[in-house]
């Protein structure tokens, strides 16, 4: 497309539909977190933040959350860059980590006060419909706030504040695989599973898993994602280790979308 990015989203509603759902799943690629996303993030920022009435149907309310774990997926290939080229000067060292958890602290602030887009729920027939959109905004929101423990502070799942966190991950996930929303939580149960660390939680762990494989096929993305999982629970049988799940994608040979 001539502009690329930018025309598609600019030239008519149907482009700009394509524009936020190319946004989606660009956003939840595995590969993103080694490459960054294919367009800065601030262009979906742009995009997202438009006022018009034609959103992506396939992240309802979950917009603004998408475009935070956006953020989490920049700055982890920020600083990582950073790290490969850190012979630099003490002080420097210094200001560059200080920076990232700085950066970091704020993300996390942003993701726990943000608030679903209800414009997209306006058209929900009942009450049930309702709480499941805001249950599936929930648990995104819980995950994003694992995901940025996990990979720019390399938290193993054993810290407290990581399981906490896990416990209302796995409490929100188990009501919404009996719905119609349960083809949309690849990136829950993928950080569910990398945060499950007893025998009892990884055993409902793969019952979720085996739950979502029966009723959403075995060519579905949940039976790569439970692969993925067991083989981080072989790398970190106690949960005392910080494993990037990425890695172990790679390791496969691998390219994950986490959007379905």
């Not at 502009?3 to 190319?22: I, V």
């Amino acid at each position: 497309m001539p502009g690329n990015f930018k025309f598609l989203r600019n030239c008519s509603t149907e482009g700009n539909l394509l524009a936020e759902n190319f946004a989606y799943f660009d956003v939840l690629a595995s590969q993103s977190n080694e490459n960054g996303t294919f367009y800065p993030i601030s262009d979906y920022h742009e995009l997202f933040n438009k006022n018009n009435n034609a959103h992506d149907p396939l992240q309802g309310c979950l917009r603004p959350i998408i475009l935070l774990i956006g953020e989490i997926v920049t700055l982890l290939v920020e600083y990582s860059s950073l790290q490969a080229s850190f012979d630099l000067p003490e002080c420097d060292k210094y200001e560059v980590i200080s920076n990232m958890i700085q950066k970091s602290n704020d993300l996390d602030k942003q993701i726990q006060f943000t608030k679903p887009d209800l414009t997209c729920l306006q058209f929900l027939k009942t009450p049930q419909e309702l709480e499941n959109h805001l249950t599936l905004f929930e648990i995104f929101q819980i995950s994003a706030q694992i995901y940025l423990r996990q990979v720019i502070k390399k938290l193993p799942p054993v810290v407290p504040e990581i399981e906490m966190l896990f416990f209302h991950l796995k409490h929100d996930t188990t009501f919404l695989v009996k719905t119609p929303l349960r083809k949309n939580l690849g990136f829950p149960m993928l950080i569910l599973g990398a945060s499950a660390t007893s025998k009892s939680d990884r055993t409902e762990v793969r019952q979720l898993f085996e739950q979502l494989i029966q009723s959403c096929g075995y060519m579905s993305g949940y039976q790569k994602l439970w692969i993925v999982v067991q083989k981080i629970w072989d790398l970190n049988s106690n949960g005392t280790l910080y494993v990037d799940w990425y890695k172990v994608t790679k390791q496969f040979g691998w390219r994950l979308n986490l959007g379905r």
